[in-house]
């Protein structure tokens, strides 16, 4: 049996909640995908979440990795990513040179300004977000993209996951942003937002 190991980094700056957004992917893996392996028993992930934020907190660079696997990972920290999503200029400066040939790349085109080469997934997610009322949710419009290029957890998974992290009086706000998001991510997949 294969084993599934998937490495992500979420980048952006600070206030973005790009960290909110790597706590999400790693909760709904590790608590709430429960996928059945070949033999009909079920394959418990687990991932490991780690963080770090530049010389201000707000403003300055973020990033967020997530390590996703079904098998014991003695190693908790992303070497290179299978996925990065860029959210910022300055982020995809930092980070863009630390990928494979077959990385994934996702960005937000209003807010990266560089036009990469390779496999691009554009994701208009601040500008969605501002559609629905307000910018603060377009991290949560890029994460239901992710989900949806990437497939690595089921948007069941990453609905509760969402659901236990963020305040009760927010989910309809976050539902409706997560849902655009998918939109947006098939979108992305069928070739409107890919190079």
Do not use: W
């Amino acid at each position: 049996m294969a084993s599934m190991d998937r490495q992500v980094r979420f980048s952006g700056f600070g206030g973005q909640g790009v960290i909110l957004m790597g706590i999400i992917l790693a909760r709904a893996a590790s608590l709430y995908d429960r996928p059945l392996g070949e033999d009909g028993k079920v394959r418990r992930k687990s991932a490991i979440q780690t963080q770090s934020y530049g010389p201000s907190a707000r403003g300055g660079h973020s990033k967020c990795d997530v390590k996703i696997s079904d098998q014991e990972m003695l190693y908790p920290f992303v070497e290179i990513p299978d996925y990065l999503v860029v959210m910022s200029q300055q982020a995809y400066v930092k980070y863009i040179h630390e990928r494979k040939p077959d990385t994934k790349i996702i960005i937000d085109p209003d807010l990266v300004l560089d036009k990469p080469k390779g496999d691009i997934y554009r994701v208009a997610a601040t500008r969605a977000a501002e559609g629905i009322g307000t910018r603060i949710v377009a991290n949560v419009v890029m994460l239901g993209a992710f989900r949806e290029i990437s497939d690595i957890v089921p948007y069941e998974a990453i609905e509760q996951a969402l659901f236990d992290t963020v305040p009760k009086a927010t989910h309809d706000l976050n539902r409706t942003a997560l849902t655009l998001g998918s939109k947006l991510g098939r979108e992305a997949l069928e070739g409107r937002g890919k190079d």
